[in-house]
């Protein structure tokens, strides 16, 4: 269970990682590699990505694909008549912004670069919220109240679920023009980013580079200075995860060591008291003509098979609590062919291992002192 349980969360967070984006680059003040020695220090005073940075990539970077630029007004109470949804996040972003992400809009559209340039008054709901405040659908072109403004629903998107430990799913998240959020707010102090895509064409090195390049030449940064700017990408995630998961490996690792060593005492007694009552049968077998190999291949076929039957009854009990898990939460928990594979090795060289020393007992008994023991 413990490894089914680890799989599932690397799954998750993987998953929640790659709706992120492989390919796309972010501008940020603070970089995503934190940890316990974090130096806060030589960020703090940096800048924030402004709008004139984004504007200055968009008409000069050439690996580029799509380039947005989003900010976080934070969380807010979106109302329908006597309907409404709480805590919901609220993005103010330039058109493009829809183009960098994995969200999917299975009703209406996205704003487009008009409505984002003059702040038109509308907004894409997240599958959460319309699902709130529209129990019966029907969401597009409908007035809510968001902000203290009214604004058209144009677009509902796709739901995502939620994810364990990252969270990137859009469900709670509404959309509105940038324009109209920076009437709204100022922006800058909203932790805003600059989100780009890179081209097919090129690779995400090639594309960080150029980025790199355009944003020290925009900012004026002498060759000898510091960025004061990061760029931040999915892999900085995954580096931090796979450190995560190395050490939760070896403490699954050090559990699973100590599982098999009081299993396998636990398999060996057994045929150690099935060796001594047996004794007499085994004198029999020998005083027939049973070979060494015949008593002792009996003897570790049925230490093999009780811990074969182990396995097989730890696989059904971890089928039974996902099963479980599913149907309370909604959460699937994966049980892998890998996990199944590994169950059958461990449990055939653990019986094998276990049922070596009293077969071997067994086998190299005296037929006469076996045949006359009680």
């Given at each position: 269970?413990?490894?089914?349980?680890?799989?599932?969360?690397?799954?998750?967070?993987?998953?929640s990682?790659?709706?992120?984006?492989?390919?796309?680059?972010?501008?940020?003040?603070?970089?995503?590699?934190?940890?316990?020695?974090?130096?806060?220090?030589?960020?703090?005073?940096?800048?924030?990505?402004?709008?004139?940075?984004?504007?200055?990539?968009?008409?000069?970077?050439?690996?580029?694909?799509?380039?947005?630029?989003?900010?976080?007004?934070?969380?807010?109470?979106?109302?329908?008549?006597?309907?409404?949804?709480?805590?919901?996040?609220?993005?103010?972003?330039?058109?493009?912004?829809?183009?960098?992400?994995?969200?999917?809009?299975?009703?209406?559209?996205?704003?487009?670069?008009?409505?984002?340039?003059?702040?038109?008054?509308?907004?894409?709901?997240?599958?959460t919220?319309?699902?709130?405040?529209?129990?019966?659908?029907?969401?597009?072109?409908?007035?809510?109240?968001?902000?203290?403004?009214?604004?058209?629903?144009?677009?509902?998107?796709?739901k995502?679920?939620?994810?364990?430990?990252?969270?990137?799913s859009?469900?709670?998240?509404?959309?509105?023009?940038?324009?109209?959020?920076?009437?709204?707010?100022?922006?800058?102090?909203?932790?805003?980013?600059?989100?780009?895509?890179?081209?097919?064409t090129?690779?995400?090195?090639?594309?960080?580079?150029?980025?790199?390049?355009?944003?020290?030449?925009?900012?004026?940064?002498?060759?000898?200075?510091?960025?004061?700017?990061?760029?931040?990408?999915?892999?900085?995630?995954?580096?931090?995860?796979?450190?995560?998961?190395?050490?939760?490996?070896?403490?699954?690792?050090?559990?699973?060591?100590?599982?098999?060593?009081?299993?396998?005492?636990?398999?060996?007694?057994?045929?150690?008291?099935?060796?001594?009552?047996?004794?007499?049968?085994?004198?029999?077998?020998?005083?027939?003509?049973?070979?060494?190999?015949?008593?002792?291949?009996?003897?570790?076929?049925?230490?093999?098979?009780?811990?074969?039957?182990?396995?097989?009854?730890?696989?059904?009990?971890?089928?039974?609590?996902?099963?479980?898990?599913?149907?309370a939460?909604?959460?699937?928990?994966?049980?892998?062919?890998?996990?199944?594979?590994?169950?059958?090795?461990?449990?055939?060289?653990?019986?094998?291992?276990?049922?070596?020393?009293?077969?071997?007992m067994?086998?190299?008994?005296?037929?006469?002192?076996?045949?006359?023991?009680?």
């Amino acid at each position: 269970m413990f490894f089914s349980a680890v799989d599932t969360l690397r799954n998750n967070l993987e998953e929640s990682v790659r709706k992120i984006g492989s390919s796309t680059l972010y501008v940020d003040k603070w970089p995503w590699d934190g940890g316990p020695d974090f130096p806060w220090w030589k960020y703090i005073n940096r800048p924030e990505p402004k709008y004139n940075d984004y504007l200055a990539l968009k008409s000069r970077m050439t690996t580029a694909e799509h380039i947005a630029y989003v900010f976080n007004i934070g969380n807010s109470v979106a109302k329908f008549k006597s309907n409404s949804a709480t805590n919901i996040t609220v993005n103010a972003a330039t058109h493009e912004y829809y183009q960098t992400q994995s969200a999917e809009i299975i009703e209406g559209r996205y704003f487009t670069e008009t409505e984002s340039n003059v702040g038109s008054m509308v907004v894409v709901l997240g599958a959460t919220i319309a699902e709130g405040l529209f129990p019966s659908g029907n969401a597009l072109g409908q007035k809510i109240s968001l902000l203290g403004r009214k604004l058209t629903v144009v677009g509902v998107l796709k739901k995502e679920g939620s994810g364990m430990l990252i969270n990137t799913s859009s469900d709670d998240i509404a959309f509105i023009p940038f324009s109209l959020g920076r009437n709204l707010a100022n922006y800058e102090q909203y932790n805003p980013s600059i989100v780009i895509t890179v081209k097919p064409t090129y690779t995400l090195e090639e594309g960080e580079s150029e980025l790199k390049g355009l944003m020290r030449s925009i900012r004026r940064i002498a060759p000898q200075r510091e960025d004061d700017f990061s760029l931040n990408k999915t892999t900085l995630i995954t580096a931090q995860l796979d450190q995560m998961f190395t050490v939760i490996n070896l403490a699954g690792f050090c559990i699973g060591i100590f599982s098999i060593l009081v299993g396998g005492f636990g398999i060996a007694n057994i045929m150690f008291v099935s060796v001594k009552e047996r004794t007499n049968l085994i004198g029999i077998q020998k005083a027939l003509g049973a070979k060494k190999y015949f008593i002792l291949t009996q003897f570790l076929f049925e230490s093999i098979l009780l811990c074969l039957i182990g396995g097989a009854v730890g696989l059904v009990m971890v089928y039974g609590i996902a099963f479980v898990v599913k149907l309370a939460t909604g959460f699937a928990v994966l049980v892998s062919l890998k996990m199944v594979i590994i169950t059958c090795f461990l449990s055939t060289f653990i019986g094998l291992i276990s049922g070596m020393i009293p077969a071997f007992m067994a086998a190299n008994m005296d037929p006469v002192e076996a045949i006359r023991s009680k």
